[in-house]
């Protein structure tokens, strides 16, 4: 369509534009630009097609001259079978025999003739043959996806208001597909592609969930993006529902309660990228510290539940917990494992301080270093369940976690700490920096995202929306890692793997009134551990003043009762009293511009609430003033002899 313009500006030296009458499509042969691109397109798919023609090339110049053909299909071979080395061992086992079927194939052509119906036939099925596991490879496929993927980012780019974001590169995975996006220095976001991932999965026609991007590439690059396009996802059905990931041991307990040991990696669950997620509580260096923060439904229950599973089977660990929630509930199906388990606070503070004791016990009997742990000479786990709450009620339990975590590497023992609502006051500076790695699930907000992950670049667990998934990061500049765990709850499964693992149970337990499996309850203090004897204090204050006699007191208002304690004169000072008057006095004497509240504190020396009732009772007397006469900002100065005393000060 020609734009029509106004005849004042159309130069008259020039002939006016005329458009070319529209040929029919049907009748235009395709150019050669289109051939090369559709060639381009399927290259990867014609590979076999190469293959199988330049075999029969091969053939029919042997026919003719046997030995060009023959040198010729020796030097294809050997190259072919060179390149092969790079890859999988079943990779190369295809390349041998596509090799050996061509060089077979050929010597059948130079006998019978290439050009005979039977070597076409067995060409053809040759091809077909040794074309159907090319095609069927993931290889392939990835290759042949990311191809369409790049092709396509123009014009999906474009359709999504991301004009300017190039390719710089391109990687197939058997879970989802990377591209690199460069954006334009100074002009562009990573917050931009964020902002427009629902654009590119409407343009595209995919859901939504099925791209993401990548943090790790964009913490390092401000200008550049990975892309993750997702096509297996071990997380969702094809629908994007949550599948159920079970345990392995509530599929095949024999296999999974094979004798491990302290050093192996515990496997908790699925890698977004299908490997299995693993933490390892001993290291070259001793033993780790380890993390666990999510949110009420979050999934930390089960994965201590995970954990468990994996500790319960190794030989040369010794197992201690504390689960003050529900009075243990969660941990009673453990406790045949368990060396000693709490579930009251003041048993959690002896747990925590024989802990720390029987850490230094182990490391200074051991001849290493670094305690190497052992079947006779094991290392010891401590797991705390509901950190933040033991420590808001007692003190002295953060004390002794603090105290543990500096002890556990030499002892090659385990901490791990469990918490709902990471907070500052709990997790403190010198707690953070004993911790080894971190696992955080679904959280309420990001306060408590930065009270206990190294680094908020990444990841943002308040944006978690499957159950069970996970952020697990070593150290600030750690590699982030998503997960999924396993589920493991229920009593019966939990019981049959304790029981598979009797062998390894501990020989002298310390028992306690926790890990013995009674019936009676012991109910939790609400506020703490001194809560308690100061309410029984105040009712017996309450009682005592309603226990007196009140028939002779008069019935007097609230206005009378204030005229009179008015008129009752304040109580002589004491002589330290007098002598600190004096000296206050003297001190806003000598700053006639008027003195603060915090001046006069730093001048007298003394606690401000002291200095503060003293200035009352010289306010009363009238020897001083404030102005404002209330307030934050009130300034004290002297009055004059002849103002009088303010009796309601």
């Not at 798919?45 to 026919?63: C, E, K, N």
């Not at 742990?373 to 369940?385: E, H, S």
């Amino acid at each position: 369509m020609v734009r029509r313009m106004n005849p004042r500006y159309i130069s008259h030296d020039q002939p006016a534009a005329t458009v070319a009458p529209p040929q029919p499509r049907g009748q235009e042969p395709p150019s050669p630009s289109r051939m090369r691109r559709w060639l381009r397109r399927h290259r990867w798919q014609l590979v076999p097609v190469h293959v199988a023609t330049s075999t029969y090339a091969i053939a029919a110049v042997a026919d003719q001259a046997p030995t060009v053909g023959y040198g010729t299909l020796a030097v294809a071979g050997l190259g072919a079978l060179a390149w092969a080395q790079r890859l999988t061992d079943d990779e190369r086992t295809y390349g041998r025999l596509v090799v050996a079927g061509a060089a077979g194939w050929t010597l059948l052509a130079d006998a019978v003739g290439p050009w005979s119906i039977g070597s076409a036939v067995l060409w053809a099925a040759g091809l077909w043959v040794g074309g159907k596991p090319w095609w069927s490879s993931h290889r392939v496929r990835g290759r042949i996806r990311v191809d369409g993927l790049v092709e396509a980012w123009p014009d999906w780019s474009t359709r999504a208001n991301l004009g300017g974001v190039r390719v710089a590169s391109a990687t197939a995975g058997r879970v989802h597909d990377r591209l690199r996006l460069e954006l334009r220095r100074g002009q562009q976001r990573a917050r931009l592609l964020v902002e427009h991932l629902e654009d590119l999965a409407s343009v595209r026609g995919i859901a939504p969930w099925r791209l993401r991007i990548d943090p790790q590439i964009t913490a390092k690059d401000p200008g550049l993006v990975d892309l993750l396009i997702t096509h297996t996802d071990p997380w969702r059905d094809e629908h994007g529902r949550p599948v159920d990931l079970p345990h392995p041991a509530t599929v095949d307990l024999d296999a999974w309660c094979q004798p491990a040991r302290m050093a192996d990696p515990i496997p908790y669950g699925v890698e977004a990228g299908a490997d299995l997620a693993s933490v390892a509580l001993r290291n070259e260096q001793g033993g780790r510290f380890i993390a666990i923060a999510s949110k009420k439904g979050g999934g930390k229950t089960v994965l201590l539940h995970d954990l468990m599973a994996g500790l319960c089977k190794m030989e040369d660990v010794d197992i201690a917990m504390v689960d003050c929630k529900e009075q243990g509930k969660a941990s009673r199906p453990w406790a045949p494992r368990l060396i000693r388990r709490a579930t009251t606070p003041a048993e959690a503070l002896a747990l925590l301080a024989w802990a720390a004791a029987e850490n230094d016990r182990r490391g200074s009997e051991s001849p290493d270093p670094v305690l190497k742990p052992t079947r006779t000479r094991r290392a010891l786990v401590v797991i705390v369940d509901e950190y933040g709450a033991l420590a808001l009620g007692d003190d002295r339990v953060m004390e002794q976690v603090e105290v543990l975590a500096r002890k556990i590497r030499s002892a090659s023992g385990g901490l791990v700490l469990a918490d709902q609502r990471p907070d500052s006051s709990t997790w403190t500076g010198a707690l953070r920096g004993q911790l080894d790695e971190v696992i955080v699930g679904r959280l309420e907000n990001r306060r408590d995202a930065k009270a206990i992950l190294p680094s908020l670049d990444g990841l943002d667990p308040t944006e978690f929306e499957l159950p069970g998934q996970m952020v697990q990061q070593a150290g600030k500049k750690g590699r982030q890692v998503e997960s999924r765990t396993w589920h493991l709850e229920q009593p019966s499964d939990i019981e049959a793997l304790v029981e598979a693992c009797r062998d390894r149970w501990p020989d002298n337990p310390i028992t306690s009134r926790s890990t013995k499996e009674s019936t009676v309850e012991q109910p939790l203090p609400q506020r703490g551990q001194g809560a308690q004897s100061v309410r029984e204090q105040i009712r017996a204050g309450l009682d005592a003043i309603s226990s007196q006699d009140y028939s002779g007191v008069p019935d007097l208002s609230v206005d009378e009762l204030r005229q009179r304690a008015q008129t009752v004169a304040p109580p002589e000072p004491t002589a330290e009293e007098r002598s600190l008057d004096e000296r206050i006095y003297a001190a806003i004497k000598e700053k006639p511009e008027g003195v603060a509240m915090g001046d006069l504190v730093e001048m007298i020396k003394e606690p401000r609430s002291t200095v503060q009732v003293r200035c009352s009772a010289l306010r009363r007397q009238g020897r001083v003033r404030t102005d404002p006469p209330r307030g934050r900002h009130a300034r004290w100065y002297i009055t004059v002899s002849d103002q009088p005393a303010m009796s309601n000060a």
